[in-house]
């Protein structure tokens, strides 16, 4: 068995959609044992519309690393069960909202009391506190609350969200950092730690660079990070490339490149402060130079001297030679889908470590018995509990 930082933990993963499924990815990437609890209904993400049949392209995507099994917490029965398995575990991440997680037992104070030593991770819209605390939050509706949207669509004039879900995937990443000190911090106290994370934290941290307000200044003050126009996506003979060449080393090299030897002469063009402020004259110059060749053949001639890449799909990177050298795709057999790629893990420790363990998205309940047997169940309980619709699964 491969040893991975957080082999030997277990964690129960009780969440839904994106932002907490996913933190239960990253650190099933570690090595965790992530135990994926669902409803008899299933995960929502389940049933969000994808080009694939049967199964969800983005449940599929942010579940990799888990273990499912199905039970019914309505039943009194089946909140037994799960007690049960809380004291066995060392985690429990969910994302209800603040009353619903009171009203099913799965708050800190109750969670602690079954266990004093859990890691109890819990995922939030807007937090555990203050006026918005029993609001259901999702991904876009923090964007347009904090800024994101606003300051997306700054040049078109009208508020934009930023498709692929960014709040929610660095939710994720805080709450799965946010276990492993809590960990740390568990082995060294021997005390139960709770995890705080919402949406709404994510998001305003996200804009740590926006979120500057100094004494004297006005609540519209710009602050817009972007550092004009020479810094973004330009068209070429075919396709389009996007070019960062800011500092004095960068610039100086495309503009050789690009045959545009007259523009790092220029003294009106010497810093970046200068060059936005004419970066209508630069523009256009290099739309002309760099309409000679494709996307693909300035990406090549730039290599490593100007910073730079030519736009390309999600479906192209399954083969980057890039993508490959760093082990990021991984191919899974799926009992209704045949073969599907997929990536393979987030992060890596050590040169020779593995970048995740090689677990596809479980089905719904696919190791419900399995999961029932290692907590300690009898044939003859785990039989009782399928007949009173308690668990559900495949045996």
Known sequence: ????????????????????????????????????????????????????????????????????????????????????????????????????????????????????????????????????????????????????????????????????????????????????????????TGQAQEIDVSLLRAAIAMQAGRMVWAQGEGRDVPRDLRSGRLAGIHPTREGWLYLQAQTPKFWQALCKLTGLDALAADPRFATMTQRKQHEDEIVAQLHEALSRRTALEWEALFGDRVPCAAVRTVGEMFEHPQVQALGLVATHEHPTLGQYRVLAGAVRIGPEGPTGIGRRAPQQGEHTDELLREWGCSPEEIEHLHAQGVVFGQP
């Not at 603040?98 to 799965?106: E, K």
């Open 1 to 188: 068995m491969i040893n991975l930082t957080l082999t030997g933990v277990r964690v129960l993963d009780l969440t839904s959609y994106i932002a907490g499924p996913y933190a239960g990815a990253l650190l099933g990437d570690l090595g965790a044992d992530i135990v994926k609890v669902e409803s008899p209904e299933g995960d929502t993400l389940r049933h969000y519309p994808s080009t694939l049949p049967v199964e969800s392209r983005a449940y599929l995507g942010v579940n990799r690393n888990k273990r499912g099994i199905v039970i019914d917490l309505k039943k009194p029965a089946g909140r037994q069960l799960l007690e049960r398995m809380v004291r066995k575990a060392d985690v429990l991440l969910h994302n209800f909202r603040p009353d619903a997680a009171q009203r099913l037992g799965l708050n800190f104070s109750a969670l602690s009391a079954m266990h004093p030593r859990i890691v109890v991770g819990g995922l939030t819209g807007f937090g555990q506190v203050g006026p918005m605390r029993l609001r259901p939050g999702f991904d876009q509706v923090l964007q347009s609350m904090t800024g994101l949207s606003d300051c997306q669509g700054a040049d078109e004039g009208q508020p934009r969200v930023i498709w692929g879900s960014v709040v929610d995937y660095y939710a994720a990443a805080l709450l799965a950092m946010s276990v492993c000190a809590a960990l740390f911090a568990r082995d060294r």
